[in-house]
């Protein structure tokens, strides 16, 4: 089976300092990983995926991830948050050997304090 | 590109009525869509996986009888709630994916209030 372990529910920051919010992953097939972000109301945005090219993956809005297989690790960050990034960051896993079917992490939400 | 509507998006019902949601892709074609549902405070759960032409695979759980889904053509499938209650309230949202690619592009969802 594979799952999705987001390592906070919360993670509070200034406006302009970095941020990172921690993904854990399991899966017995080589994984696909994608992180969205939800605003309130909103449905998902994709913000970057990983799928067996390069591990540091570049995405919107400044983000990116790396793909750190050693640790079964994703975890997200941008060098300086911004106020608009104040939302829900949910980290997902599909694989081909499980009908890329995506499991979704329980989210975690980002506070930006000015 | 990649761009997913739903329609409504928000709907207020009584106990006992149907309501039905559409989920269109708008410049690409679907092979295949997505159903899922979002309580207050937490993850997505997938409902139910279509694919155009063909009858739904519902999750475990999932009343495939009380939650009905048709996927007619390649940019539209449709859920329908049927004899909705109060416990069907949540938010639904769909999403797309085309052919053999593997992200699914998600629509903005429909938040459902059953009184």
């Known amino acids: 089976a594979q799952s999705v372990t987001q390592l906070d529910s919360h993670v509070s920051v200034s406006e302009g300092t970095p941020v990172l919010l921690r993904c854990n992953y399991s899966?017995?097939?080589?994984?696909?990983l994608f992180w969205y972000v939800q605003h309130p109301n909103k449905g998902l945005q994709l913000l970057l995926k990983?799928?067996?090219?390069?591990?540091l993956v570049k995405g919107i809005n400044g983000f990116e991830a790396e793909f750190k297989k050693s640790e079964t690790s994703f975890h997200l960050t941008k060098p300086s948050a911004h106020m608009s990034d104040a939302a829900e960051y949910f980290c997902?896993?599909?694989?081909?050997?499980?009908?890329?079917?995506?499991?979704f992490g329980a989210g975690t939400i980002l506070r930006v304090k000015s | 590109g990649a761009v997913v509507s739903q329609h409504p998006s928000w709907v207020i019902c009584k106990s006992g009525t149907s309501v039905k949601i559409e989920c269109r892709s708008l410049?690409?074609?679907?092979?295949?869509m997505f159903w899922y549902r979002q309580f207050p405070k937490q993850s997505l759960m997938l409902m139910a996986t279509?694919?155009?032409?063909?009858?739904?695979?519902?999750e475990q759980g999932v009343e495939k009888d009380k939650f009905l889904i048709n996927h007619a053509s390649l940019t539209l499938s449709t859920l329908t709630v049927t004899s909705a209650h109060p416990e069907d309230s949540s938010f639904y949202i769909c999403?797309?994916?085309?052919?053999?690619?593997?992200?699914?592009?998600f629509g903005p969802g429909t938040r459902l209030l059953v009184l």
């Open positions: 410049d690409f074609q679907a092979t295949t």
């Open positions: 990983y799928t067996s090219a390069a591990t």
């Open positions: 899966s017995s097939y080589s994984p696909s």
């Open positions: 997902v896993v599909s694989a081909r050997g499980y009908g890329n079917k995506l499991v």
């Open positions: 279509s694919n155009e032409g063909s009858k739904a695979t519902y």
């Open positions: 999403s797309a994916r085309s052919g053999a690619q593997e992200t699914q592009y």
